[in-house]
């Protein structure tokens, strides 16, 4: 059960004791449950009223969150733009405790940063928006050009994305294929919908891709974008395409919650990967390691739209995809999503002389003292395998916004290819910036960069 989907407002599930006593958090008296209400107690016109009257408080408490934790100025690196235009933005922009320094806390351990609570709150898990409700959340920006596309809105009237656009991937974002890099963008600037996707791609796929690009299109009912009185959207909707969160194979940073765990407190923020590069993939989901694309497609469908709960999925109207065929047709189009250019890396993935000096020391760093290739191994900067970090060394448990943070358990490793065109990063979106990337392993790995070793580091990564 959701906190906004029951008259009297109880947690849809009940919190551990034993994990959770001795932390101070809340423990109801309800039984628990893995499942979330089929009846629903209240009417729709309740329901809406009621989270639109609590919808300032929800956001003015993220706002209040996002600007402790972070500096969300807009400050985009001079000269450099993601492969679709967009600026970079630049610089460390989570907050370091008072009276801290970043050399401080790489030089501690990390039982001594644990003990004096000077792990950066920019580091700690970031909670949903809403994280007791949860769900899809899609940027404004994508919102509205869906509804000039498509006349499909996908506004939450209970809640709005949280992240400032400026820290979000390019969009529309360029589509490269690995199957013809002689055509370069082929989306033409344009973003690919139910509406054109024929238009731009006859003649360039072959009927499977097409059929499966169709697919991932198409729009089906979705946890809160359905017809059904516990939805989120103002009127029945048809509901949420793949490619609404993976905009023209790529991302727009849109955030879900993680279908997989219970109870909500421990399930994690999800930050959209790209669907880039999944040809040189062989697990997928952030934490799910999910073993082919095949399997992550049709576990969407039949889980994560409805928040890993089957039961209210028949209510909702899940969509069941054909394997042999559909799901494999989806399969087949992901699979040849290509990473952007990278022009100053040769055919093992690393640095043409024509590099600066700087991202030639950057690359001597990756390779060495900084420790990255240890997981992001070249030509795509992936080990295709899957790390806990044990983040937890740093901090005491505890609840953010309604976000208990503990541990994350194991995460995937990413392929580094293209990275400057995917922030936030992290598998939550906790870090808005390479810089704040690089700043975080600093201390989790305890590497001991100096400040000039980390500036070089960056330049690498972007030039990836």
């Not at 932390?23 to 989270?51: L, N, Q």
Request: positive net charge.
């Amino acid at each position: 059960m959701r906190l906004s989907q029951s008259p009297r407002r109880r947690p849809w599930i009940l919190l551990a004791a034993g994990a959770l006593g001795a932390c101070g958090v809340a423990i109801a008296a309800d039984p628990p449950t893995s499942y979330m209400p089929v009846v629903i107690k209240e009417t729709f016109a309740a329901i809406k009223a009621r989270m639109e009257r609590d919808k300032p408080a929800v956001e003015r408490r993220q706002r209040s969150l996002l600007e402790q934790r972070y500096d969300l100025s807009d400050q985009p690196v001079r000269g450099l733009r993601m492969s679709g235009g967009k600026p970079v933005q630049g610089g460390v922009r989570v907050r370091l405790p008072a009276g801290a320094s970043w050399e401080q806390l790489a030089a501690m351990t990390p039982e001594q940063i644990r003990e004096r609570d000077l792990f950066p709150a920019g580091f700690l898990p970031l909670p949903h928006p809403n994280h007791a409700e949860g769900g899809m959340v899609f940027p404004k920006f994508h919102i509205e050009a869906l509804k000039r596309a498509e006349q499909r809105d996908l506004t939450r009237f209970d809640l709005d994305f949280d992240l400032p656009d400026h820290f979000l991937p390019d969009f529309p974002a360029p589509i490269y294929l690995t199957t013809r890099p002689d055509l370069g963008d082929v989306s033409k600037g344009q973003l690919v919908t139910i509406n054109n996707y024929y238009e731009l791609f006859n003649g360039v796929l072959n009927p499977k891709q097409l059929e499966g690009l169709r697919l991932l299109v198409t729009p089906f009912a979705q946890q809160q974008f359905n017809q059904t009185e516990d939805r989120r959207s103002a009127l029945p909707s048809r509901g949420v395409a793949c490619l609404d969160c993976h905009s023209n194979g790529h991302t727009v940073a849109a955030t879900h919650l993680v279908g997989d765990i219970r109870p909500q407190p421990f399930r994690h923020r999800i930050d959209t990967p790209t669907l880039r590069g999944v040809n040189v993939q062989r697990l997928f989901g952030s934490q799910r390691a999910l073993k082919t694309v095949e399997d992550f497609t049709e576990f969407e469908q039949r889980a994560a739209y409805f928040d890993g709960d089957p039961v209210i999925a028949t209510k909702k109207g899940i969509n069941i995809l054909d394997r042999g065929h559909q799901v494999h047709a989806m399969g087949e189009f992901q699979a040849i999503l290509d990473f952007p250019p990278a022009p100053k890396l040769d055919l093992f993935g690393k640095l043409k002389p024509s590099a600066s000096d700087a991202q030639k020391r950057g690359q001597e760093l990756f390779f060495g003292k900084a420790q990255c290739s240890a997981c992001h191994a070249p030509p795509y900067y992936t080990d295709n395998s899957m790390h806990n970090l044990q983040v937890e060394r740093f901090f005491k448990p505890q609840t953010i916004n309604g976000r208990f943070a503990a541990m994350d358990g194991p995460i995937k490793t990413f392929p580094l290819r293209g990275i400057k065109d995917s922030p936030p990063y992290l598998h939550d979106g906790r870090l808005l910036t390479l810089e704040d990337t690089v700043e975080f392993f600093n201390v989790v790995l305890q590497t001991r960069l100096e400040p000039q070793e980390k500036d070089d580091l960056v330049a690498f990564l972007r030039a990836l």
